[in-house]
């Protein structure tokens, strides 16, 4: 199974078990545009490679294509398939303006030098300027890009408002890179009083320490739920304790490389595990924040934890979505819990054409609400239809995908 394949019999499922109109269920199984090319760069030592890029633009019923872009050697078309489409379903749950899209280019990019990674950015740019636009198409930050790689984009394309997720002094917003984290914790929190439980005292694992699982677990500790365990591509680290300083770690993980060099850096006693042991520890809270199909049949079983929080996008598969629930496991899905990275990114692309620059307790205070307001709107649905979180917030995405539609779709 590939992420598109999981992706269709998802929605497929859903449609059925929630008895939306099959049409619709066929639209979003199809993309509006596929744009495929091919990028010969010079590398710095005069050899000329190429690089297979894409951009998959889903569908625009309700505003520009939006979604990130994501340098991993693992991207192909069938991952920009699923991710596109999800993108469609997220921005219609968070409830911004905004069709889907999502792209990548299959690269590893830090085998590459800062010359040649702004060389590649430029040359994808460069193909994908006809396609784009701050009314067309938004691209932003996704796995192993970041604001520096955005920019680049907004300067071939000659428009800042054409991405999101740039540095502030770019034209990017305050909070946008800590959204998609901080908004998953909101989500949470949200969900959390629907079940009547205070988050202090819990206890959470967080796998993938990258911008989302850093500020994920940053804001769980300030609530004082007890980070447990974390991971990185190397390793999982665990300690009774509770990790309280993430921020200290992400320091020195950057100067050391992993977690578990920066765990010795820091003199912090903890145990150093295998990097999927991190998936199986007993907790209240597990947040895959990694990549996609990390939870699948073959580990779902082994899985203690009574809450997963989906940060990263399509972390768990269809078979194992169904093995979960089984297990009266509750899971806050990807298309919610992850949405608040596109809705500060829209709060950054709305800022850029009103000429505003908000704060930052405006942005996470405005995030706050509109992740609790999903929540809630997703709660709804679900109890009053007796469905899962995520088949009840692909309903209330599809619904208002529907009201979108075209008059000559
Ligand atoms: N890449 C992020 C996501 O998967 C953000 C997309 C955006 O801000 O457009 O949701």
Not at 241 to 266: C, P, R, W
Not at 365 to 378: G, I, S
């Amino acid at each position: 199974m590939n992420p598109w394949e999981n992706a269709q019999q998802t929605l497929k499922q859903i449609g059925e078990k929630a008895k939306i109109d099959p049409n619709l269920i066929n639209v979003l199984l199809n993309h509006d545009h596929k744009i495929e090319v091919e990028l010969p760069i010079v590398m710095d030592d005069g050899e000329t490679k190429t690089f297979n890029a894409y951009r998959m633009q889903h569908n625009n019923w309700r505003g520009p294509y939006k979604g990130g872009l994501r340098y991993h050697p693992q991207v192909s078309l069938d991952e920009v398939k699923a991710l596109s489409m999800w993108m469609t379903i997220k921005n219609a749950v968070i409830n911004v303006p905004f069709g889907g899209g999502k792209g990548g280019i299959a690269v590893n990019p830090k085998t590459l030098s800062k010359p040649e990674l702004e060389r590649l950015t430029r040359a994808f740019a460069r193909e994908l300027a006809e396609y784009i636009g701050p009314d067309k198409d938004v691209p932003a930050p996704d796995v192993n890009t970041n604001g520096e790689i955005m920019k680049w984009i907004a300067d071939e394309f000659g428009d800042k408002a054409v991405v999101t997720g740039k540095a502030i002094a770019d034209g990017g917003s305050e909070g946008r890179t800590e959204a998609t984290g901080y908004g998953g914790v909101y989500a949470l929190l949200g969900v959390l009083e629907s079940m009547n439980i205070k988050p202090a005292g819990l206890t959470a694992a967080v796998q993938g320490f990258g911008n989302v699982g850093t500020y994920a677990a940053e804001l769980m500790v300030k609530n004082g739920i007890k980070v447990v365990a974390l991971s990185d591509s190397k390793n999982t680290i665990y300690s009774n304790d509770g990790f309280d300083n993430i921020m200290a770690l992400v320091e020195a993980k950057s100067k050391t490389g992993s977690l578990a060099n920066a765990v010795k850096e820091l003199n912090i006693e903890c145990d150093i595990m295998a990097v999927d042991d991190v998936l199986n520890i007993e907790v209240d809270i597990l947040a895959p924040a990694a990549l996609e199909m990390a939870i699948t049949k073959d580990n779902a079983e082994s899985i203690k934890a009574k809450i997963i929080l989906e940060l990263a996008n399509g972390p768990v598969t269809p078979e194992a979505d169904s093995i979960l629930n089984d297990k009266n496991i509750t899971i806050i899905p990807d298309v919610l819990a992850n949405s608040g990275g596109v809705a500060v990114s829209y709060y950054e692309w709305y800022q850029n054409r009103h000429n505003e620059n908000w704060t930052k307790i405006q942005v996470l205070e405005k995030l706050e609400n509109q992740m609790k307001a999903a929540v809630a709107d997703v709660l709804a649905i679900s109890n009053e239809s007796n469905l899962t979180l995520r088949e009840a917030a692909y309903a209330l995405a599809i619904k208002r995908i529907a009201e979108a539609k075209p008059e000559n779709n």
